[in-house]
């Protein structure tokens, strides 16, 4: 692989705590990216918000309004990911698809490569841009159009299961599965419309628990023990 787009869990992110952020497991995590960017890989990375946000609680509120508090909220994250990224040594661009003054830059594919070529970490922020859509679809629509070779996507889960593991704890897990699968049996890896989106576009993907010790590394070397999504 020489480019992958990892897509962080904002609760993964939280640790214990659940919600915010857990310094020790995001220096964790940005010691792994700097290892494999170390070794030669271009990373690009969408991160969720669901530390801070899980959408509308009620009634009371607009989805679109509750969608632009979501994005908000991955933007967060990658502004605190991306210096702490900076702090263990890498060099780092945050890009959104709408103007947020000087915290980011304006999303073009042009930029974005020329990112890559100059050593950077790539974080793409705010979603789609667009209400409706989740940071699964972002993750996609980011991987297709810097073409890379698959999508790593670390979890709380470790992996995918034929039902929910937190309500069903004789869930099985998948070792290996076909997007074709996970979109027939609605599984829950991403959403119906990301997963849609990576049949269409055959993009892998390889889902893992963040949580597991060294698991972006050893994804990237072939030795994890997640679910390997195939096109």
Same mark, same amino acid.
């Given at each position: ?48 918000? /669901?530390? !801070?946000? &899980?959408?509308?609680t009620s009634?009371?509120? %607009?989805? =679109?309004? $509750? ?33 947020? /003054?000087? !915290?980011? &830059? ?6 974005? %490569?020329? =990112?890559? $070529? ?7 922020a705010g ?101 390997k999504v195939?096109?």
């Amino acid at each position: 692989m020489k480019r992958v787009l990892l897509k962080l869990s904002g609760e993964a992110l939280a640790g214990p705590k659940k919600t915010g952020f857990d310094e020790a497991t995001v220096i964790g995590v940005a010691k792994q990216i700097h290892q494999i960017v170390s070794e030669g890989l271009q990373v690009g990375i969408v991160i969720g918000g /669901g530390n !801070f946000w &899980r959408g509308r609680t009620s009634g009371a509120m %607009e989805r =679109s309004k $509750a969608d632009q508090i979501g994005m908000l909220a991955t933007i967060m994250n990658c502004i605190y990911v991306s210096d702490i990224c900076r702090y263990v040594g890498l060099s780092t661009e945050i890009y959104t698809p709408f103007t947020c /003054g000087a !915290f980011t &830059r304006l999303y073009s594919k042009d930029s974005v %490569e020329e =990112s890559f $070529a100059q050593g950077k970490v790539v974080f793409f922020a705010g979603g789609t841009g667009h209400p409706y859509f989740s940071t699964d679809t972002a993750t996609v629509l980011r991987a297709v159009e810097i073409s890379a070779d698959a999508i790593l996507l670390a979890k709380a889960v470790d992996g995918i299961y034929d039902s929910d593991p937190k309500v069903n704890p004789d869930a099985v897990k998948y070792d290996e599965i076909s997007i074709q699968e996970v979109v027939d049996k609605k599984l829950a890896a991403m959403d119906l419309t990301a997963s849609i989106m990576c049949l269409e576009q055959k993009m892998p993907m390889l889902v893992f628990g963040l949580e597991e010790e060294n698991s972006i590394v050893n994804t990237v070397h072939g030795k994890f023990s997640g679910t390997k999504v195939t096109v």
